[in-house]
């Protein structure tokens, strides 16, 4: 298991990839789904790109926070060209370590009352 | 499962993006490439038209930042490089890895050394060896239509007779009813004696039929060739001279044109002289060729009508759109139809017959079989070079191991480390391939004459740049060969490697040895076949040596007196009588002298024998034709002072003159033929002139016994003597003496120009001097062969002792355990030992078996030794084993002196 100083390096995680992490934290999705995901779930304030996508998904791959399904549904439910991604423990922890760090960010900024009660994401 | 057929092709923009992707990443370093595609694929086909353009824009701006993103990449990869373009990189690289490659090597000049000296020799003796095969055997003749040349044989295969040459009614009939060959082209050589121009001297003229030279495409440098004019027989006498004779005789004068010169007592007018080339017609270089007018034997009626009066070799231009084969069948039939019609003049006891082939196969039959045998003998050398080398590689890639693991651990690829083996082995294999260039330069004037023995054919042998060409690809193809030949020694465990190569042991020992004694015993066995090869070639040299000449060797002196007065004296025979008698009165009477005889022929050098026809008196009076006899005509004392027995009969005296009955001597071999067992002595017999009428009857007075006159190697030949009283006088002179015959040489010409100032006395021999030269073709191969198998045998010698030296250095510990634990010295030495006769053994078994089925492609090259001779192979085994213990004893020997402790401590 990776320990705190692995979690560390990958912080802060770019949005993109934030955002896949948060896609794929409740099921298993292929790219295309990704990208639909991201999109609905900020109502279309972050769409990507095939390309950017399938990069952050290598680099995401490479650092093991997310791992490609080697089960895939039955060809008559889906397209057995897809493949499927799924969030790893560590990716877990890296999220969740940066879903502090962005509310941590965002305590010290209420406290000088810089903004108000919400939590909202930056631009 | 649904049915599928196949897929739609995808949309433009999706075949658009597929290709930028691949532009941007290439699909070797982006494996996410298809599912990149998938993605785009599915969000171009599912979103709504009108945003379309928003999301191609969005797609080409991720394909731009990953470009971008590329860049930068590389940027920063390219800073910690050297400013230099990619080209000069690779370059420096290269120089780099030389000058290491120089340097490791020059740290090694034992490996050095051994890798160039024995890979040199081996590509010297290869490249000297092609360099003669290919300007004998491979170069096409220099000749215009040198394909279509073809050479016609006549031989009488029952008497044993390769080729019994034609007459000219034969050449005028085939040259009439031929349909499939263009020219005939007629050639015979004659030693002519030249008087008129520098010192008298015996030359050989070609006597040819007018196409010789268009034929050959032969032109004139001054003057003209011979027109059809020329060849009528009462045409004016004239001559061609080769530009080589015009350049030795006369001075290269042009004014030579025009004059003439005395050939046998005829004044012929030169006419031309030939550009510089290459003369291949014939079994001898010509100096000049003639018109048959020029030779009294050719206008003779016998030369021109007789049948059966062979003396013209026949060369034949294939027409044009013939074949070789539809020529054979032609000129078969005509064959056919002679015999039929002339059965007197073929008969069928004799087996005439006609053969047709490529004049470049006659001109190099004889020296094919010896040089593809060198060649041969030569591949093995380098074969045996090469697997010595190899051996060598891999034993000092072993001795290096710590280095290449540490490189390995440093960072260097598997490939980095093949480079610098191929660096190094390339360097080395160049070097030795220059070396060999140097040693096949050295030896090619030596091998050229020696090539001269077997063919005329050595004016194009050079080392060109094929033979360049050729030592390149060896050289080239050794170095990869021993550079991705072995196995790396750590490509299996870096860390065990690294570990024991700190201990100065190697490791994955097994293959490495198992490697090794494989090269070892292919070595032996190469070397077992050659070291064949060689000991029947000794046996045959030494049964040659052995053969009964016929003739007393010792203390015999030939030499030639050749009267340059000839024709200007009214009777040449009696002036002959009278010089050579007082030259024998005088001679004989000298101090040490036993016996003086003059001859026209001199022993192993005496002319080819020529088909005659001879008749017996109340026996075959019509005449029987003999495939081949020689006529010697000779003084008394002939056989006495050659030391030929005299079987029957008598020898001639000084009273068989031309007074008194015309008398012959006849060999056992044609006493044999023409009477059986009858008693021949007292018998006469005739002998078709060239006029083709009888001569008169000779009464057979003795038998003398047969004589290798014709060459050691050759059959019994029928031989008639004649006294030179009642045919005419030679000019080699011979003398026996009581001591060494040469100290007599000086006084001999002294005497002989005293009597005779106009007869210079020229090549002195002994009978020994003759046999000697006879046999030369034979020793040379003989010294050849037998080099390169004690060549092969040194380098296998070698390779076994480093092999074993070099398993003895690693396995010090274990004879060091051995011997602590109980084994005494001569265990270990035996062991080694073993180890050594076991792979000679293995290579004595299977050279064994490659030589049985090799020798006999030398067949031809033997003299009454068997191609499978049990005492060559046995004795060769003796020799291999003997020499392999020799080299394993000092390994061997080695090991007996490890000290237990110390190796022990060691470990």
């Known amino acids: 298991m990776g320990n705190t100083a692995n979690v560390d390096e990958h912080l802060p995680l770019s949005e993109q990839a934030f955002q896949i992490l948060l896609s794929l934290l409740d099921r298993d999705l292929h790219g295309y789904a990704i990208i639909k995901d991201v999109e609905e779930r900020t109502s279309g304030g972050i769409v990507l790109s095939a390309s950017t996508l399938y990069s952050a998904i290598k680099r995401m791959r490479n650092a093991k926070l997310i791992k490609e399904l080697s089960k895939r549904p039955s060809p008559d439910l889906d397209d057995e060209r897809r493949r499927y991604y799924a969030i790893s423990a560590f990716g877990k922890r890296v999220a969740r370590a940066e879903a502090e760090r962005v509310s941590a960010l965002a305590d010290m900024a209420r406290a000088k009352s810089l903004i108000g009660g919400g939590v909202r994401h930056a631009r | 499962m649904k049915g599928k057929s196949l897929p739609p092709r995808p949309p433009v923009a999706v075949r658009l993006f597929d290709r930028l992707l691949e532009l941007v990443l290439p699909k070797g370093s982006w494996t996410e490439h298809a599912e990149t595609v998938e993605v785009f694929s599915d969000l171009y086909v599912r979103t709504p038209r009108r945003k379309k353009p928003a999301m191609l824009f969005r797609e080409l701006r991720g394909l731009a930042r990953l470009f971008s993103a590329r860049l930068t990449f590389q940027r920063e990869a390219n800073r910690h490089m050297p400013k230099h373009p990619p080209f000069f990189n690779r370059f420096s690289d290269t120089f780099a890895g030389i000058q290491h490659a120089i340097r490791g090597l020059a740290n090694n000049p034992g490996y050095t050394f051994a890798f160039v000296l024995t890979l040199g020799l081996g590509i010297g003796a290869n490249t000297a060896i092609f360099s003669i095969v290919n300007g004998v055997l491979l170069q096409p003749l220099p000749y215009p239509d040198a394909d279509r040349i073809m050479y016609m044989k006549q031989p009488a295969r029952l008497a044993g007779t390769e080729n019994s040459l034609f007459s000219f009614p034969e050449l005028a009939e085939y040259r009439a009813e031929s349909r499939t060959i263009s020219e005939f082209v007629e050639f015979g050589d004659w030693t002519f004696t030249v008087v008129g121009h520098g010192d008298p001297h015996r030359a050989t003229g070609g006597l040819v039929s007018a196409n010789y030279f268009d034929v050959l495409g032969i032109r004139p440098q001054l003057g003209r060739t011979l027109t059809i004019e020329d060849e009528d027989r009462a045409a004016t006498p004239i001559a061609v001279l080769t530009h080589e004779y015009w350049v030795r005789v006369f001075g290269s004068d042009p004014d030579a044109i025009g004059t003439s010169f005395e050939l046998n007592s005829k004044p012929v007018t030169i006419v031309g002289v030939l550009e510089p080339g290459s003369h291949y017609a014939g079994r001898r270089k010509q100096d000049f060729y003639v018109n048959y007018a020029s030779n009294d034997h050719y206008v003779g009626a016998s030369m021109q009508d007789d049948r059966t009066h062979r003396m013209t070799d026949a060369f034949a231009l294939l027409a044009p759109g013939a074949t070789l084969e539809q020529a054979r069948t032609e000129l078969g039939a005509l064959n056919d139809r002679f015999h039929e019609a002339f059965p007197q003049d073929y008969p069928e006891r004799f087996g005439f017959d006609l053969d047709v082939l490529p004049w470049r196969e006659q001109l190099t039959s004889s020296a094919r079989p010896t040089l593809l045998m060198l060649l041969g003998a030569v591949g093995m050398v380098l074969l045996i070079?090469?697997?010595?080398?190899?051996?060598?590689?891999?034993?000092?890639?072993?001795?290096?191991?710590?280095?290449?693991?540490?490189?390995?651990?440093?960072?260097?690829?598997?490939?980095?480390?093949?480079?610098?083996?191929?660096?190094?082995?390339?360097l080395l294999s160049l070097a030795g391939a220059g070396f060999g260039l140097v040693v096949a330069k050295g030896s090619l004037d030596l091998l050229v004459s020696y090539t001269s023995r077997f063919t005329l054919r050595t004016g194009e042998i050079g080392l060109d740049m094929s033979v360049l060409g050729f030592t390149l690809l060896v050289a080239v193809g050794a170095?990869?060969?021993f550079a991705f030949g072995p196995g790396l020694p750590f490509s299996k465990d870096l860390g065990s490697s690294l570990t024991s190569a700190g201990s100065g042991r190697a490791s994955g020992g097994v293959a490495r040895r198992r490697a090794q004694k494989l090269l070892v015993v292919s070595q032996l066995t190469v070397s077992f076949v050659l070291l064949i090869g060689a000991g029947l070639l000794v046996r045959s040299l030494v049964n040659l040596t052995r053969v009964d000449p016929g003739f007393d060797l010792e203390n015999v002196v030939t030499m030639d007196a050749i009267d340059f007065s000839g024709g200007r004296i009214n009777n040449a025979r009696e002036w002959n009588r009278q010089v050579f008698t007082e030259i024998r009165r005088q001679l004989k009477g000298y101090p040490g002298v036993r016996s003086v005889a003059v001859?026209?022929?001199?022993?192993?050098?005496?002319?080819?024998?020529?088909?005659?026809?001879?008749?017996?008196?109340?026996?075959?009076?019509?005449?029987?034709?003999?495939?081949?006899a020689a006529f010697i005509s000779i003084s008394p004392d002939y056989f006495e002072t050659i030391g030929t027995r005299l079987l029957r009969g008598r020898d001639f005296t000084m009273s068989d003159d031309t007074l008194s009955a015309n008398v012959a001597i006849l060999n056992a071999t044609m006493a044999e033929a023409y009477f059986g067992d009858d008693n021949p002595l007292g018998r006469r017999i005739a002998f078709l002139g060239n006029q083709g009428n009888w001569g008169e009857w000779h009464t057979i007075v003795g038998i003398a016994a047969d004589t290798k006159s014709f060459g050691l190697n050759g059959s019994d030949v029928g031989v008639v003597y004649r006294p030179a009283d009642q045919n005419f006088w030679g000019s080699t002179i011979a003398i026996r003496t009581i001591g060494d015959p040469m100290l007599l040489v000086e006084n001999?010409?002294?005497?002989?120009?005293?009597?005779?100032?106009n007869r210079p006395v020229e090549n002195f021999a002994t009978l020994g001097d003759l046999r000697s030269e006879d046999i030369a073709p034979w020793r040379l191969n003989t010294t050849l062969f037998s080099t390169f198998a004690l060549l092969a045998l040194v380098i296998a010698a070698v390779g076994i002792a480093g092999v074993l030296a070099f398993n003895v250095s690693q396995r010090t510990n274990e004879f060091g355990i051995r011997m602590s634990l109980g084994a005494d010295r001569s265990n270990v030495l035996m062991m080694v030992l073993n180890e050594g006769t076991k792979m000679a053994a293995i290579g004595v078994v299977t050279g064994g078996v490659v030589a049985y089925g090799l020798t006999r492609l030398m067949t031809g090259l033997l003299f009454e030794v068997e191609p499978v001779d049990p005492a060559t192979f046995a004795g060769v085994a003796v020799l291999l084993l003997g020499v392999a213990g020799v080299g394993s004893f000092l390994p061997a020997r080695k090991a007996t002196l490890v000290n237990p402790i110390d190796a022990l401590k060691s470990e």
């Open chain 2, 599 to 628: 001859a026209n022929a001199v022993p192993f050098k005496t002319q080819s024998p020529r088909p005659a026809t001879i008749r017996v008196e109340g026996r075959q009076e019509d005449g029987i034709q003999s495939p081949a």
């Open chain 2, 385 to 426: 070079a090469c697997a010595n080398v190899a051996n060598l590689t891999l034993t000092r890639l072993v001795k290096r191991e710590r280095e290449f693991a540490v490189r390995a651990a440093l960072g260097a690829g598997k490939g980095q480390l093949r480079k610098q083996l191929l660096t190094e082995t390339l």
């Open chain 2, 479 to 481: 170095a990869v060969l």
């Open chain 2, 748 to 757: 001999a010409r002294e005497i002989i120009r005293q009597i005779d100032p």
